[in-house]
């Protein structure tokens, strides 16, 4: 999910990498819509490993580097139940997320996502969820999006929201009328076809 306000996060911070990686930390390659691996279903993490740590800096430096809000594994062509958003500013991971609740009231945000660059549009979804999910180090957490400081989380709970609809392969494009997802394949190919120029200066 990408930053609805100014579409990039300038003050999202780059995670760091460790200086001596067993496996590989690199920036991956976001997948674009409608590449049909984003229509996929991700499966739940089992291992929790070195390979698993590798790959979660990898996607968490591929979000930071984008200046997204959020991502998830499927959006690199991994199928494994695993996202980053941006929780009191910080990027956070997520393994395994499973919301337990959502609030009856909705709150409609501009939405935007790397995967379908340069379209955003209005989605209304529960203003506050919770949701659990295993860090790291395969310890639970449970996180409630009412008890965070609305100021500087006020695209969390749609951002969670938004990152495990791509794990069941849902896009937020689905839901659009055929005007809508066609101005949104043209936002689309414009920035494949400027990436393109840009990479042949």
Known sequence: MQNTYSMTDETAPVPSVPAKPVHSIHVEDV????????????????????????????????????????????QIGNLRRIMVCMVDQKPELM???????????????????LSVPGYHVLIARPKNVVVTYRNMKNEEVVLNTKTLNRDSNHLTPACI?????????????????????????????????????????
């Open 95 to 113: 393994i395994n997320p499973v919301i337990n609740e959502k609030s009856d009231e909705k709150e409609t945000n501009w939405e935007g996502c």
């Open 31 to 74: 997948l674009i819509w409608p590449n049909p691996v984003l229509k996929e279903h991700s499966i739940e993490v089992v291992e929790f490993n070195e390979e698993l740590a590798a790959f979660c800096a990898s996607l968490m430096l591929t979000m930071g580097v984008n200046r997204g809000y959020g991502i998830s594994a499927v």
């Open 161 to 201: 929201q938004h990152e495990i609809d791509h794990m069941d392969g849902v896009m937020f494009t689905d839901g659009l009328s055929e005007l809508k997802r066609n101005m949104a394949r043209t936002k689309v190919k414009k920035y494949l076809r400027n990436k393109r120029h840009a990479e042949n200066q």
